[in-house]
């Protein structure tokens, strides 16, 4: 890999899990991520992969008691992030990194006006600017993503979900922050609104020259929308690459393939979609060898032993024993 | 002709519209004027009657029904029964809202600490006012009396005692329903600290059912007080107290009703002002009900 810049965010055998009284739930296991200035990723796996808890982490916002790191590393800049004291993990939050949720509905208080809570990330983080400076901003934020700052006196109510989802990513950009988290922005929302929402972003990033880290199951909006994608199957990172290696479907992991399988083709007269063959592996489960070998139509004896290595060929990660020896992809 | 500049609806800030709403609500500000008429009369006691009339008999006029000298006539020694019914109404108030007050204070830093901070602290202190709720609070309150003796002030705090589980338990849901919500995440992911979201973020949400249930208890409370009274505990007669004024004068309802009917009526006109202006904050603090 291309070592010799820093990156914006890398995340290094990042393992994360939930303990309960029951059982260690393992939502995320030794998973790499690397995010540079400005560029898009797409974080894609199915339900329980492990892509919120991901966000979450890099946050230090997993639910107390029950979730804790338990080993890696999370560097913003080159700073470790896990072991950061609170108060600068508070100017972090918001400032650098903001975070986008799925739901636009409850993401907002009900009990103040939107314009307040725009305002609000502008009182924590910029004590410094007037009062006067701070309404021109929000009002400006406003214009930008498509709301009349006529409206800022409106409460949460008074909007529909695409609105929301709108004054949502303006509390989230207001600061300018180098790195987004959208966690499924647009799944609550209804496909044409989707659309507008993805240009939104899109738009806003460019201007702004953030990064974002786009959580999403949705493989057509990561080949729409990003640079770069990383496909994550419990809690692992088992293929990851640019959008045109990944989507050429020439060399994919078995898991990538599987997800294609499922998306019907408009070129191809299929009968039939193929899902994936049976469940998401059990997440208390410490598997051996490879997390995929139940599921996989490839699988060898030796995966379920022996967990495969990342083979990266011109920046395109595999993690899988079938393309050990191979030069070509 | 100056013309008042109308502001529309969403000129309003949250305070306002609470205030709005609230006013436009009838019932609550029928309550509201009750509450108020019932607290006038009781401050300027000293101004329609005097102290001297609660505890003086006038015995030649004992049993005296309601005339232009006595308003709401005597009890059995000839004492006023209009200067008792004010000078009663005193404690009755004042101690409804200190315990009221005191609960509601406890409630929140016990509930508040349980429900925002979670695990140990919150089981240690759900444990404990689990056993406070094993007490039926009558039984509570008279135990706590019997235990420190009589008078106002104990009775405050045997029956603010006797409330703080109550209470407890209340703000600890609206706070633990609240503590998961998506805002209160999206909050601390744009940098909010623990205590801005509580203040900011939990309380403007929470409030609703924390002020409907304080002022719907208070009712309740003015009624505990009562019932203290009326078994002997807490306010002992010859203080006035509108629930000992009816407990002293028991043996005497059946021939001069008026005995019982004006200290009952005090109590649950003022009963009733209290809950509809209870439901009418509840109604005015929910922005769903906003039109």
């Given at each position: 890999m291309e070592e010799s810049k820093v990156s914006l965010l890398e995340i290094d055998a990042l393992t994360v899990e939930y303990r309960t009284d029951d059982a260690i739930v393992h939502a995320v296991n030794d998973l790499d991520l690397r995010l540079d200035k400005g560029e898009t990723r797409g974080l894609v796996g199915e339900t329980g992969a492990g892509k919120t808890t991901l966000a979450l982490s890099v946050l230090r916002l997993l639910p107390e008691r029950v979730g804790h790191i338990a080993g890696g590393s999370i560097r913003y800049e080159g700073r470790e992030l896990l072991q950061m004291p609170e108060a600068e993990m508070l100017a972090l939050r918001g400032k650098r990194i903001s975070m986008i949720f799925q739901d636009p509905m409850t993401s907002l208080n009900p009990t103040h006006t939107v314009g307040d809570q725009i305002l609000e990330v502008l009182n924590l983080h910029f004590p410094e600017m007037t009062k006067q400076q701070k309404e021109a901003k929000v009002d400006e934020m406003m214009t930008l993503v498509g709301?009349?700052?006529?409206?800022?006196?409106?409460?949460?109510?008074?909007?529909?979900g695409g609105m929301k989802q709108r004054i949502v990513i303006a509390m989230a950009l207001v600061a300018e922050p180098e790195l987004l988290l959208a966690d499924e922005p647009t799944t609550a929302l209804d496909v044409t609104i989707q659309a507008q929402i993805l240009e939104l972003i899109r738009n806003l990033k460019n201007q702004f020259h953030t990064a974002v880290l786009l959580i999403t199951h949705d493989l057509g909006v990561v080949a729409e929308f990003c640079d770069t994608v990383s496909v994550v199957y419990a809690g692992r990172v088992v293929e990851y690459g640019t959008v045109e290696a990944v989507f050429?479907?020439?060399?994919?992991h078995p898991y990538t393939a599987g997800l294609f399988g499922c998306i019907p083709d408009l070129k191809d007269d299929q009968p039939r979609l193929h899902p994936i063959a049976g469940?998401?592996?059990?997440?208390?489960v410490v598997h051996e060898g490879c997390c995929f070998c139940d599921r996989c139509d490839h699988a060898m004896e030796r995966c379920k032993t022996v967990a495969p290595a990342m083979h990266v060929h011109k920046g395109h990660g595999i993690a899988c024993h079938l393309f050990e020896n191979r030069e070509d992809f | 002709m100056f013309k008042r500049k109308k502001k529309s609806l969403s000129e309003y800030s949250m305070g306002e519209l609470v205030m709005f709403r609230f006013r436009k609500n009838k019932l609550a500000m029928f309550g509201v004027f009750l509450l108020a008429a019932v607290f006038l009369a009781v401050l300027l006691a000293p101004v329609l009657s005097s102290y001297d009339n609660v505890v003086q008999m006038h015995v030649k006029d004992r049993f005296t029904s309601p005339n232009g000298s006595y308003i709401f006539g005597t009890d059995e020694f000839g004492r006023d029964l209009f200067a008792r019914v004010l000078y009663g109404g005193r404690i009755s108030l004042l101690a409804s809202f200190a315990i009221i007050g005191i609960a509601l204070v406890m409630g929140a830093l016990i509930g508040g600490a349980a429900g925002y901070f979670g695990g140990r602290v919150d089981s240690v202190l759900m444990r404990v006012v689990d056993m406070l709720m094993a007490v039926p609070s009558t039984l509570l309150a008279m135990a706590i009396i019997t235990a420190l003796g009589n008078g106002v002030w104990k009775l405050v705090v045997a029956l603010a005692v006797s409330q703080i589980a109550r209470f407890s338990r209340i703000v600890r849901s609206a706070v633990l329903t609240l503590r998961n919500v998506e805002f209160i995440e999206a909050a601390q992911c744009y940098g909010c600290s623990s205590l801005r979201i509580i203040v900011k973020h939990i309380l403007p949400n929470g409030i609703g059912p924390i002020i409907v249930s304080a002022t719907l208890n208070l009712g309740q409370t003015i009624l505990s007080i009562s019932s203290m009274g009326y078994l002997g505990l807490g306010v002992a007669s010859p203080t006035p107290e509108w629930g000992t004024i009816i407990s002293e004068n028991k043996a005497n309802i059946q021939a001069y009703p008026y005995l019982g009917l004006i200290p009952g009526i005090c109590i649950a006109l003022t009963v009733m002002a209290v809950n509809f202006i209870g439901d009418g904050l509840r109604d005015a603090f929910d922005p769903r009900t906003k039109n």
């Open positions: 709301i009349p700052p006529s409206r800022k006196t409106d409460f949460p109510h008074q909007f529909s050429e479907k020439k060399n994919n469940r998401m592996s059990d997440p208390r | -």
